[in-house]
């Protein structure tokens, strides 16, 4: 699809855009196709655009894809219909672009939208509206399963509609397309490019979140601190009966550690979790198991409660790897932090979302359920003394959040353009 042709239809082209995106998922520092083509619209629609190296501080990118996985999905995104002069401007994963408008002196106004997709199978259900509609995920494992289609529509459709002629607006809008959200990566490469150095008044919206349609939440509570850890225990391999003690069986230590993190004593300070979502061990049923990796995750309500969950996760890990006489390697591979919304944009969300067609009713606050790295340009903002807030648009779901029926109310996408838009008119048209 020409982006260029869906944003000049009537509807502004953002149903058509979000099922194109939906079509074709990319993982974390992979959206090569999704990048590009945002930043080829963004150029064409006047905006000053910059991706790859120029927004992003590749030192800063945890477990960053390997030059033999970029290339491939290079390659894919170039064959799917990716401008490849644009792909060849992000580099190992830095699929990041940030588009700028300026008209004139006035606040410098920032709105986030993610990218990235997650690695679900989407259902083959014929009552799942994608596969009765024809943009089911062409990619095999890969899949939108948290919205982050709609996000990134959303954001190129406000792009257009914020570029025309006849807005009236002063200052400075900057729309920052941010890679890798989900594990928590994505975020951190972009603060230390100094993305949000200079932004006044800072929003992020998100999609669903089982707040209804027609409502709106100016604030989305209780973030959860996380850390994403990997693991990988070395052992030694051995015959299975000819010599099992000459062996050191790192499957046996995964599992040990595995049954261990998920017996963690919470901490009565706030909620923790801890998920092992994926354990890959051994080479064969009369070998010994020499290799085993566990990917997990902690979460805690506070930054307090977090450290409680990390400190003891890791002494389980060292413990498990003890008792089966193997070593092992704990990787940091990203993370998140709570935020506390600046009551002034959280205001204007509430201000704004009263008078936007679709929006039927403003809940004060909504629990989000989970995380967002997007708290780490958050409170680089109002570390330098800027207002931000993280908002909640509502979408009845067909499945929750990273389930293979995940899908969203689309009329939820025109109400975020609107919004968005009324923000920008809010903040930055003169009195």
Same mark, same amino acid.
């Given at each position: 699809m020409? *982006?260029s042709?869906?944003?000049?239809?009537?509807?502004?082209?953002?149903?058509?855009?979000?099922?194109?995106?939906?079509?074709?998922p990319?993982?974390?520092?992979?959206?090569y196709?999704?990048?590009?083509?945002?930043?080829?619209?963004?150029?064409?629609?006047?905006?000053?655009?910059?991706?790859?190296?120029?927004?992003?501080?590749?030192?800063?990118?945890?477990d960053?894809?390997s030059?033999?996985?970029?290339?491939?999905?290079?390659?894919?995104?170039i064959?799917?219909?990716? =401008?490849?002069?644009?792909?060849a401007r992000m580099?190992?994963?830095?699929?990041?672009?940030?588009?700028?408008?300026?008209?004139?002196?006035g606040?410098?106004?920032? *709105?986030r939208?993610?990218?990235?997709?997650?690695?679900?199978?989407e259902?083959?259900?014929?009552?799942?509206?994608?596969?009765g509609?024809?943009y089911?995920?062409?990619?095999?494992?890969?899949?939108h399963?948290c919205?982050?289609?709609?996000?990134?529509a959303?954001?190129l459709?406000?792009?257009?509609?914020?570029?025309?002629?006849?807005?009236?607006?002063?200052?400075?809008?900057?729309?920052?397309?941010?890679?890798?959200?989900?594990?928590?990566?994505?975020a951190?490469?972009?603060?230390?490019?100094?993305?949000?150095?200079d932004?006044?008044?800072?929003?992020?919206?998100?999609?669903?979140?089982?707040?209804?349609?027609?409502?709106?939440?100016?604030?989305?509570?209780?973030?959860?601190?996380?850390?994403?850890?990997d693991?990988?225990?070395?052992?030694?391999?051995?015959?299975?009966a000819?010599? =099992?003690?000459?062996?050191?069986?790192?499957?046996?230590?995964?599992?040990?550690a595995?049954?261990?993190?998920?017996?963690?004593t919470?901490?009565a300070?706030?909620?923790? *979790?801890?998920?092992?979502?994926?354990?890959?061990?051994?080479?064969?049923?009369?070998?010994?198991?020499?290799?085993?990796?566990?990917?997990?995750?902690?979460?805690?309500?506070?930054?307090?409660a977090?450290?409680?969950?990390?400190?003891?996760?890791?002494?389980?890990?060292?413990?498990?790897?003890?008792?089966?006489?193997?070593?092992?390697?704990?990787?940091?591979?990203?993370?998140?932090i709570?935020?506390?919304?600046?009551?002034?944009?959280?205001?204007?969300?509430?201000?704004?979302?009263?008078?936007?067609?679709?929006?039927?009713?403003?809940? =004060?606050?909504?629990?989000?359920?989970?995380?967002?790295?997007?708290?780490?340009?958050?409170?680089?903002?109002?570390?330098?003394?800027?207002?931000?807030?993280?908002?909640l648009?509502?979408?009845?779901?067909?499945?929750?959040?990273?389930?293979s029926?995940?899908?969203?109310?689309?009329?939820?996408?025109?109400?975020?353009?609107?919004?968005?838009?009324?923000?920008?008119?809010r903040?930055?048209?003169?009195?």
């Amino acid at each position: 699809m020409d *982006f260029s042709e869906a944003i000049a239809a009537n509807d502004g082209g953002v149903v058509r855009m979000r099922r194109d995106l939906h079509a074709h998922p990319e993982l974390g520092f992979l959206e090569y196709r999704t990048a590009s083509k945002a930043a080829a619209l963004l150029h064409r629609l006047g905006w000053q655009v910059k991706v790859g190296p120029e927004v992003m501080v590749a030192a800063e990118m945890l477990d960053p894809p390997s030059p033999e996985v970029v290339r491939a999905a290079q390659e894919q995104a170039i064959a799917e219909g990716a =401008p490849a002069e644009w792909v060849a401007r992000m580099p190992g994963g830095q699929t990041g672009v940030v588009a700028e408008l300026r008209r004139g002196e006035g606040p410098v106004l920032a *709105f986030r939208f993610d990218m990235d997709a997650l690695p679900v199978a989407e259902t083959e259900a014929p009552s799942h509206e994608p596969n009765g509609g024809g943009y089911r995920s062409r990619h095999p494992g890969v899949m939108h399963a948290c919205g982050h289609d709609g996000h990134t529509a959303i954001g190129l459709a406000l792009a257009a509609r914020l570029a025309q002629g006849a807005s009236g607006w002063q200052g400075t809008i900057r729309l920052i397309f941010q890679p890798a959200e989900e594990g928590g990566r994505g975020a951190r490469p972009m603060v230390a490019a100094g993305v949000v150095d200079d932004v006044d008044h800072f929003f992020v919206g998100h999609l669903g979140c089982l707040l209804p349609s027609g409502q709106v939440a100016p604030v989305a509570s209780d973030f959860l601190f996380s850390a994403k850890l990997d693991a990988s225990f070395t052992g030694q391999a051995a015959h299975a009966a000819m010599g =099992p003690q000459e062996g050191r069986n790192a499957l046996l230590a995964g599992a040990t550690a595995a049954l261990g993190l998920h017996g963690i004593t919470r901490h009565a300070g706030a909620p923790t *979790f801890v998920n092992v979502g994926r354990m890959v061990a051994g080479t064969g049923r009369n070998v010994v198991a020499d290799h085993c990796q566990l990917l997990l995750e902690l979460r805690g309500g506070t930054r307090e409660a977090l450290e409680h969950m990390e400190r003891r996760a890791r002494e389980v890990l060292a413990g498990a790897a003890a008792m089966h006489g193997v070593t092992v390697e704990v990787r940091s591979m990203g993370g998140t932090i709570g935020f506390s919304p600046s009551p002034e944009a959280a205001g204007i969300v509430a201000e704004v979302a009263a008078g936007t067609e679709g929006i039927s009713g403003v809940t =004060p606050s909504w629990p989000i359920g989970g995380g967002d790295d997007a708290t780490f340009l958050i409170e680089r903002v109002q570390e330098r003394g800027g207002k931000a807030t993280y908002f909640l648009l509502g979408s009845d779901l067909a499945g929750i959040h990273h389930a293979s029926d995940f899908d969203i109310d689309e009329a939820a996408l025109h109400q975020g353009v609107a919004l968005f838009a009324g923000i920008a008119d809010r903040i930055l048209r003169p009195a």
